[in-house]
């Protein structure tokens, strides 16, 4: 079965970090590029981050520039997602998803577009 699974979230306070997993099962990431979105409570999908097949070419939505950092490993079928600096705004489920068509452009926002497989989340909260 051809599936993504996040894990990494948690509770952390402000200021705090976190590094979220998206590990693929079924089929290998390898060739793939990759998106993070998220969704807070009461509020649209948004967005994150997302990271080429190349591994080099990234592009971050435009509050988590500077503080997030997307990168992956194909060889334990893994992307991850580095946060730092968290704020309370941060607080959301966080998605990684895919296609087989999907791009990632560097010079724009992660779009939902020609995304096929998506992960069921992991919630993150940012709080004191």
């Known amino acids: 079965q051809v599936q993504l699974v996040e894990s990494g979230g948690g509770l952390v306070q402000p200021g705090g970090s976190l590094r979220l997993s998206c590990a693929a099962s079924?089929?290998?990431?390898?060739?793939?590029?990759i998106a993070w979105f998220r969704q807070a409570p009461g509020k649209e999908r948004e967005g994150v981050s997302c990271?080429?097949?190349?591994?080099?070419?990234?592009a971050y939505g435009p509050f988590m520039k500077g503080r997030f950092t997307i990168s992956r490993d194909n060889t334990k079928n893994t992307v991850y997602l580095q946060m730092n600096s968290l704020k309370p705004e941060d607080t959301a489920d966080y998605y990684c998803?895919?296609?087989?068509?999907?791009?990632?452009?560097?010079?724009?926002?992660?779009?939902?577009?020609?995304?096929?497989?998506w992960g069921r989340g992991t919630l993150v909260t940012v709080s004191s």
């Open positions: 079924g089929f290998t990431l390898d060739g793939y590029d």
């Open positions: 990271i080429r097949a190349d591994g080099i070419t990234t």
């Open positions: 998803a895919t296609g087989r068509n999907y791009y990632c452009s560097a010079e724009e926002l992660p779009m939902e577009l020609d995304l096929e497989v």
